[in-house]
């Protein structure tokens, strides 16, 4: 079981992880518990991402990248099982703006070595476009994106992010009609994915097409959240959706 610093349990996910750890055998498995991240300062935003946050103590598993490091590569590569659980834990990591801003240069350095080792892995490719985007550098973060989008395979979990990601880092470049059109392709693939519905929402209104943003937006409320293996605004599927 690993947490960092900055992450807590309250008492009533304390006794689930009690009663997670009192049933546990000795298969090869890891679990995933969902990490809620407190709004930060600068955008304002909660999120939420599913974290392989317990896995069993096996010599053959080792943590992958330097940073936003990963245990489920190895996992999978053994024939191992990932398992959900209902278990919330707190992140507190970025609500400090100076302290924000000093983790995203620290983590660009360390992706950038990671870059410079596997240039084409879409994992490092994703996490380097987000990290500009929150550094406020659309361009450099469309790049990346861009490239993360080419390089990744079939049914990867990043691939519905990788699209909402593009759109917005076009959005913030003033490429609307680029933006709708990247949005869209990716809603041919994911035509249930909350992100590219809110996306697709806001630029029609913007564009003037009220009703194919209501639309959006009631298709959006209809769904249930999905899983947030690469990261969530849970807002979309509820109050900002309304608003």
């Not at 100076?98 to 879409?122: G, I, Y």
């Not at 097409?209 to 849970?234: F, I, M, V, W, Y």
């Amino acid at each position: 079981m690993w947490l960092d610093a900055d992450d807590t349990l309250d008492e009533d996910n304390r006794q689930k992880l009690r009663t997670l750890f009192a049933g546990l055998g000795h298969d090869l498995a890891a679990y995933l518990m969902r990490q809620h991240s407190f709004p930060d300062a600068v955008s304002n935003a909660a999120l939420v991402v599913d974290q392989v946050k317990l896995f069993c103590h096996d010599p053959r598993l080792r943590f992958e990248y330097r940073i936003h490091e990963q245990i489920l590569p190895a996992l999978l590569r053994l024939g191992g099982v990932v398992r959900t659980t209902d278990i919330v834990i707190h992140h507190s990591g970025y609500q400090n703006p100076q302290l924000r801003r000093r983790k995203l240069e620290r983590n660009q350095r360390l992706l950038l070595l990671d870059q410079a080792e596997r240039p084409d892995d879409p994992l490092t490719l994703f996490n380097l476009g987000t990290l500009h985007l929150d550094l406020g550098r659309p361009a450099e973060a469309v790049a990346f994106l861009r490239r993360g989008l080419e390089r990744v395979p079939a049914g990867y979990s990043l691939l519905p992010r990788l699209h909402g990601l593009l759109t917005c880092g076009l959005y913030r470049l003033g490429r609307k009609e680029e933006a709708l059109a990247a949005c869209r392709r990716g809603r041919v693939a994911y035509p249930d994915e909350g992100d590219l519905l809110f996306w697709e929402a806001q630029l029609l209104g913007e564009r003037g097409d009220e009703t194919g943003a209501e639309a959006s937006l009631r298709r959006l409320l209809s769904l249930p959240p999905g899983p947030a293996l690469a990261c969530l605004d849970p807002g979309i599927h509820g109050y900002k959706s309304r608003h």
